[in-house]
């Protein structure tokens, strides 16, 4: 320290070369937890593969930025994630891993994947009895702003195979396949949410065409059309579901299943409101747009043009049903109630019926 008579003088000069001699902080310097991808190879430094691999090796959670374009093609799986990570890229349209019709993408296990901003494509899982082509995991998976694309699967959940919850925001999902089992884009053992999603040429060769769920369903401001299960024993074009499912601002149009519920097959209760069923039909058996078999409640919905080979052209309910405030027309059956037909009881408010056909009870069989 260079010392002056004056005091304050000295006091202001030890400062300042104190200042000049502080420890500079390196520019690259990341914060803990978070790693970037900055490059589009499968391997080495700055990629995807090494960026997973380092998250797994430390504890607590994970950020992985993408901060690269273009499209990674996988030569082989990534590895398993069993830390918790948060994998954010840069859009959908700007960065994509590809699997090349070959390869599974994602796989995570006992922990929380979130995955944002990317394209999943052409992942698959073709061994005997393998799902989730695209990503396949225990625990809870998000999915936000990303596509899903012609990603297959041998069995359950051509794209998505979680034991646990899943959670679709935003999302594209098309072309997905699940060769010889349920859910064309997802099989979901737990609690599935879809919120602004559309879901387009999915399809199963059983049950649910797009998704199968065991758990609660609840789906908001989405679209699914041109879906289809292909078995003539299969149920619900796009949605099958247990226990309860929630159903508002929801478009199902052209869908198809072999056996019931053209666009739904669901088990348990539903509550639908705001919300079209047109064009759907079912090949082979009863409810050409929904299949129910517990208490549904609908509202403000529509059921327009859905045609079913057997029994219920818009709908077949094997439960109590609560219609209001709905339109039933020009839905067609092969036998009894060319709109719906209900088994249980029914209660219909203000609720137009219009020009419906069937051999029974154009309009509404009871």
């Given at each position: 320290m260079l010392l002056l008579p004056i005091g304050s003088v000295a006091l202001m000069l030890g400062f300042m070369v104190g200042w000049l001699n502080r420890p500079v902080l390196s520019q690259g310097l990341t914060q803990p937890g978070s790693i970037t991808v900055t490059q589009t190879g499968d391997s080495g430094p700055g990629s995807l593969r090494a960026a997973i691999?380092?998250?797994?090796?430390?504890?607590?959670?994970?950020?992985?930025?993408?901060?690269?374009?273009?499209?990674?093609?996988?030569?082989?799986?990534?590895?398993?994630?069993?830390?918790?990570?948060?994998?954010?890229?840069?859009?959908?349209?700007?960065?994509?891993?590809?699997?090349?019709?070959?390869?599974?993408?994602?796989?995570?296990?006992?922990?929380?994947?979130?995955?944002?901003?990317?394209?999943?494509?052409?992942?698959?899982?073709?061994?005997?009895?393998?799902?989730?082509?695209a990503v396949q995991g225990v625990g809870t998976l998000y999915l936000g702003q990303t596509h899903i694309l012609s990603n297959s699967a041998q069995s359950h959940g051509g794209a998505l195979h979680v034991l646990g919850t899943l959670t679709l925001d935003q999302v594209v999902?098309?072309?997905?396949?699940?060769?010889?089992?349920?859910?064309?884009?997802?099989?979901?053992?737990g609690t599935t949410i879809v919120t602004g999603s559309q879901f387009f040429e999915n399809h199963a060769q059983q049950h649910g065409g797009v998704i199968y769920s065991l758990g609660t369903m609840s789906i908001a401001n989405s679209d699914f059309g041109d879906n289809y299960c292909a078995n003539s024993g299969c149920n619900g074009g796009a949605l099958f579901g247990f226990p309860e499912t929630t159903v508002d601002h929801v478009t199902m149009t052209d869908n198809v299943a072999g056996y019931n519920g053209g666009a739904a097959n669901l088990l348990g209760v539903l509550t639908m409101t705001n919300s079209l069923l047109q064009g759907n039909r079912t090949l082979n058996n009863n409810g050409g747009a929904l299949f129910g078999q517990d208490y549904a409640y609908i509202s403000h919905s529509q059921f327009l043009g859905n045609v079913a080979q057997?029994?219920?052209?818009g709908m077949y309910m094997l439960g109590d049903l609560t219609m209001i405030d709905s339109e039933i027309a020009g839905n067609d059956s092969g036998h009894y109630g060319g709109g719906l037909i209900v088994y249980g009881g029914l209660t219909v408010s203000r609720t137009a019926f219009i020009r419906n056909e069937g051999l029974r009870g154009g309009g509404l069989y009871q």
């Open positions: 691999l380092e998250a797994n090796s430390q504890p607590g959670t994970d950020h992985i930025s993408i901060v690269v374009t273009g499209t990674l093609q996988l030569l082989s799986p990534l590895p398993e994630i069993t830390d918790e990570v948060a994998i954010s890229g840069p859009g959908a349209s700007l960065f994509r891993i590809d699997g090349d019709s070959t390869h599974q993408l994602l796989k995570f296990a006992s922990t929380t994947l979130t995955v944002t901003g990317v394209t999943l494509q052409r992942g698959a899982n073709l061994v005997t009895g393998g799902r989730g082509g999902v098309r072309n997905n396949q699940s060769q010889t089992a349920t859910g064309g884009a997802a099989f979901v053992s057997y029994q219920g052209g």
